[in-house]
């Protein structure tokens, strides 16, 4: 199948000027995927939150704390007063996350964005169902991850409201550059805080 999937839910709502765009990463490290996703995320909402956060599926290559340093300097870098770095939102469990968020702004239609590499997973994370009942899904095609109708049914079934966002984001990989290391994948302003810690085997181009 197409990247995409079903005509329903390619179809992006117009902004409303109260979504909340939520995208938590492992930032380990961030790509210049990352930033593609965060400043193509801030043509299509009015504001975008971040956090660092662990993934209990993944063995992680540097400490949450220094993870949440590498993904504060892309934020700074980009340097959007819509755009934030919210790390008390961090939860392994991405519902517990929505639950933080919707308290926090309760006004707000929050928008919960994953890239398409993972539409076939959320239905396997902790209490998928109520994490979908609460937010919209916002789901990006990374290149190289096409997004399956399959999946995207799956989740309808769960009660997901689906937004296939209109971005096409670079087929960078955080575990590629853990593998084999290359610093043309790194945005630059996360340079001092990766030789500040020795971080993945990478050294200042």
Known sequence: MAPGGGGEARRRRPLAVNQLALFGT????PTRGHRALLEGL????????TWASDNPLKTHGAP???RTALL???VAAIDD???SLE???S????VETLERARARWPQQEVVFVVGSDLAGQIHRWKRADALLRGCRLGIT???GWPLLEADLERLRGLGARVDVLPLAIPATASSRIRQQPDPAQVPPELWPVLLEHNLYGLSAP
Do not use: I
Request: charged share 20%; hydrophobic share 50%; net charge neutral.
């Open 141 to 143: 095609c990374r290149q």
């Open 42 to 49: 801030l043509g299509l909402f009015p504001r975008v939150v």
């Open 64 to 66: 949450l704390e220094v």
């Open 81 to 83: 007063p819509r755009l």
């Open 26 to 29: 492992s930032a380990d490290p």
């Open 72 to 74: 504060a300097a892309l």
């Open 87 to 89: 790390q008390d939102l």
């Open 91 to 94: 939860s392994p469990w991405a």
